[in-house]
């Protein structure tokens, strides 16, 4: 009986509708160009989707527990010009590496430390850090191009048995969060604090420190994203993160993650990373703008949430 209860539940849930969106999405692109269910551009795909998921999943984690981070792109910005500059600077790419991951968690605890002590709203806070870290990485660029010259390229352009490497990192990161979100303690409390952090709180759960460790993980999550996307473009200029903040959390938003906090499932964003990203690949292959692709991607997100909040609406 549970079990039958529980597929009734998920028949009833946005992910499994955001699971028949992709099955005709993917059916009807594929009519009209036989190329989209091909191997290669699935494989291109996953590719193209693997930063944006990545940035996702940390977005996920914050929303979870009734947080916003707008920093991310300048995160992402900061960490792919700093290990540019250690990587050209004869520093070896491990040690780069660990330098760029630990310097953008660093800047996720500092967004966490001003949250969580202040008590201002994330958002403002956080839109104000990103041109902290985006002015910095600007000033440390001077605005131009520094390229790798090949020598990152393995982490976004790499493969293992034909599979690239940044769709395994996807995959182990999605994984990752499944994991922590649905079967420890801390993502337990996570989502209690996304549910009620008074109530949270009054339970004996430090609502502040779990504020900050969030964001100091997730502010390493958008440094492993920002690697994988220096990696794949072989070069970098400030600003290389623009947008990744928005599409992230409209990403989650579509697979049902609610922006008040505690709903939604880890599983559903990852859909709602497939689905974007379905979505920008199809309109490529059928020639459709980029103009229009904006106007299609915004109007899915405001069907998204309002889907989501379909109960509320039910009952006024």
């Given at each position: ?63 979870k527990?009734g ?19 250690l ?114 709180y ?11 460790a ?9 440094g ?68 229009y ?24």
């Amino acid at each position: 009986m549970q079990s039958k209860f529980q597929i009734r539940k998920f028949l009833r849930s946005q992910p499994a509708l955001l699971l028949l969106v992709i099955i005709f999405l993917g059916g009807f692109t594929t009519l009209i160009n036989p190329n989209f269910i091909g191997q290669a551009n699935i494989l291109a795909i996953g590719q193209q989707i693997s930063v944006l998921g990545i940035a996702t999943m940390a977005a996920t984690m914050l929303l979870k527990s009734g947080l916003f981070d707008l920093s991310s792109s300048g995160i992402i910005s900061l960490t792919c010009v700093l290990v540019t500059l250690l990587i050209t600077n004869d520093v070896s790419i491990p040690i780069a590496v660990l330098i760029g991951i630990t310097a953008s968690s660093s800047m996720g605890f500092i967004n966490g430390v001003i949250v969580s002590k202040t008590k201002t709203p994330p958002l403002i806070i956080t839109l104000g850090m990103s041109f902290v870290y985006g002015g910095i990485a600007l000033v440390l660029t001077g605005g131009v191009f520094i390229g790798l010259k090949g020598s990152f390229a393995y982490l976004g352009n790499g493969r293992i048995f034909g599979i690239p490497v940044s769709i395994i990192v996807l995959f182990v990161v999605v994984l990752v969060t499944f994991f922590v979100v649905n079967y420890t303690r801390y993502g337990r409390r996570l989502t209690a604090i996304g549910n009620n952090p008074e109530a949270a709180y009054l339970a004996g759960v430090k609502v502040d420190k779990y504020i900050i460790a969030n964001y100091t993980i997730c502010g390493g999550v958008f440094g492993l994203a920002g690697l994988v996307l220096l990696s794949r473009l072989g070069s970098v200029v400030a600003g290389v993160g623009a947008g990744i903040e928005l599409r992230s959390i409209a990403a989650a938003i579509v697979g049902g993650i609610s922006v008040s906090g505690g709903k939604g499932s880890v599983f559903g964003a990852f859909l709602g990373v497939i689905l974007m990203g379905m979505l920008a690949n199809g309109m490529n292959i059928l020639g459709i703008s980029s103009y229009y692709q904006n106007i299609v991607l915004g109007i899915v997100m405001v069907l998204a949430v309002i889907i989501s909040n379909i109960d509320k609406i039910k009952r006024s």
